[in-house]
T-cell receptor
């Protein structure tokens, strides 16, 4: 079983839609959680950290469920510019991040 | 300010040749990471440098791969006797990490696209 698993997608949604991605992790000792965004042929960039209490940044909401070992990302009012691959990232060992393979989102007009 | 830079941006080489990839991290960042990403795949951790500590080489796929970090700054990833399966984008990232402190954001460079013919 992979340490971090994501549905690869693609998720094809119209502008204005709400879309949610889930990610599961295998190591219950995982400490920190993040969502990174990667545009086509570009480097990954931090989208947001994921806190135990859940957190929101504009149209983006991240949640953590430690009991079930999954993380979610909700995007409301999707924009064309949201089209990208979203990487679920987990800190398992100190200073080292484990990346999921990503979920591809395509927003169409 | 300047971000993480990598060179070359693209490298085409013949099977069996050695290649060197360079990473210049953000000034002041203590931690430096190398990853590789094959087409349609996730990021594969290769090696991690933190300050003066011994590097974490647990992700290096074979002894053909090695990396150095000189003066706590610039890093070079060397692949000897390249094989076709080494073709990938090699990404470098840096972050500021205090020993025992929380994990900080990793900032990625644009990557080096390596093609082994």
């Amino acid at each position: 079983r992979k340490e971090v698993e994501q549905d690869p997608g693609p998720f094809n949604v119209p502008e204005g839609a709400t879309v949610a991605f889930n990610c599961t992790y295998s190591n219950s000792a995982s400490q920190s959680f993040f969502w990174y965004r990667q545009d086509c042929r570009k480097e990954p960039k931090l989208l947001m950290s994921v806190y135990s209490s859940g957190n929101e940044d504009g149209r983006f909401t991240a949640q953590l469920n430690r009991a079930s070992q999954y993380i979610s990302l909700l995007i409301r009012d999707s924009k064309l510019s949201d089209s990208a691959t979203y990487l679920c990232v987990v800190n398992v060992y100190t200073d080292k991040l484990i990346f999921g393979t990503g979920t591809r989102l395509q927003v169409f007009p | 300010g300047a971000g993480v830079s990598q060179s070359p941006s693209n490298k085409v080489t013949e099977k069996g040749k050695d290649v060197e990839l360079r990473c210049d991290p953000i000034s002041g960042h203590t931690a430096l990471y190398w990853y590789r990403q094959s087409l349609g795949q996730g990021l594969e951790f290769l090696i991690y440098f933190q300050g003066n500590s011994a590097p974490d080489k647990s992700g290096l796929p074979s002894d053909r791969f090695s990396a150095e970090r000189t003066g706590g700054s610039v890093s070079t990833l060397t692949i000897q006797r390249t094989q076709q399966e080494d073709s990938a984008v090699y990404l470098c990232a840096s972050s500021f990490v205090l020993s025992g402190g929380p994990l900080d954001t990793q900032y990625f460079g644009p990557g080096t696209r390596l093609t082994v013919l």
